[in-house]
Antibody, heavy 118, light 107 residues
Framework: EVQLVESGGGLENPGGSLRLSCAAS????????MSWVRQAPGKGLEWVSG????????HHADSVKGRFTISRDNSKNTLYLQMNSLRAEDTAVYYC???????????WGQGTLVTVSS | DIQMTQSPSTLSASVGDRVTITCRAS??????LAWYQQKPGKAPKVLIY???TLESGVPSRFSGSGSGTEFTLTISSLQPEDIATYYC?????????FGQGTKLEIK
């Protein structure tokens, strides 16, 4: 059974940094691209960042480009999202998702809440 | 970047009704479209991928159609457990985007 478990969320001041982690199990992690998707309170889904299976290619939404970095450690079956220069509008539940065929998100974690506020 | 627009934003229907949600892309995405169902407090769940392929385990009352820029999700006979918010989604050139969502309510 595929399991994705996010951690690292919490309360951070504007301008601060957080690193999210997503521990994967139940599938060959190194064989799949992965993404982060977020959802602000009461709002819709927003794709944030994606990374290839090897980690050699990364992509970010314009809203986080230059501030967030996606990475992965295939030896630890773990996906990361380094979030710097946090803003109030980054407040959201952050989901990690297993990519399928580079076109849709087959499995999702339960999400971790990030709150940016002073 | 490709923008996805869903309609309607809110839909009220009765149990047993046929329900249709539309998603339009700002440029052609061929058939690279997925539909998700999200219930309150839960992660989204994929229903349909490649515009019309039903994900394993999803009830057959759900179906998808379309290609290019216009797509539809249809529920043939609405059930109480289908109350949720539905999203369309595309990925092109490694950049992805979602529609704004359609909240489905029971009349």
């Amino acid at each position: 059974e595929v399991q994705l478990v996010e951690s690292g969320g919490g309360l951070e001041n504007p301008g601060g940094s957080l690193r999210l982690s997503c521990a994967a199990s139940g599938f060959t992690f190194s064989g799949y691209a992965m993404s982060w998707v977020r959802q602000a309170p009461g709002k819709g889904l927003e794709w944030v960042s994606g990374i290839s299976a090897s980690g050699g290619a990364t992509h970010h939404a314009d809203s986080v480009k230059g501030r967030f970095t996606i990475s992965r450690d295939n030896s630890k079956n773990t996906l990361y999202l380094q979030m710097n220069s946090l803003r109030a509008e980054d407040t959201a539940v952050y989901y990690c998702a297993k990519d399928r065929h580079g076109s849709y998100f087959e499995n999702w974690g339960q999400g971790t809440l990030v709150t940016v506020s002073s | 970047d490709i923008q996805m627009t869903q309609s309607p934003s809110t839909l009220s229907a009765s149990v047993g009704d046929r329900v249709t949600i539309t998603c339009r892309a700002s440029q052609s995405i061929s058939s690279w479209l997925a539909w998700y169902q999200q219930k309150p407090g839960k992660a989204p769940k994929v229903l349909i991928y490649a515009a019309s392929t039903l994900e394993s385990g999803v009830p057959s009352r759900f179906s998808g159609s379309g290609s290019g820029t216009e797509f539809t999700l249809t529920i043939s006979s609405l059930q109480p457990e289908d109350i949720a918010t539905y999203y369309c989604q595309q990925c092109t050139n490694y950049l992805c985007s979602f529609g704004q969502g359609t909240k489905l309510e029971i009349k």
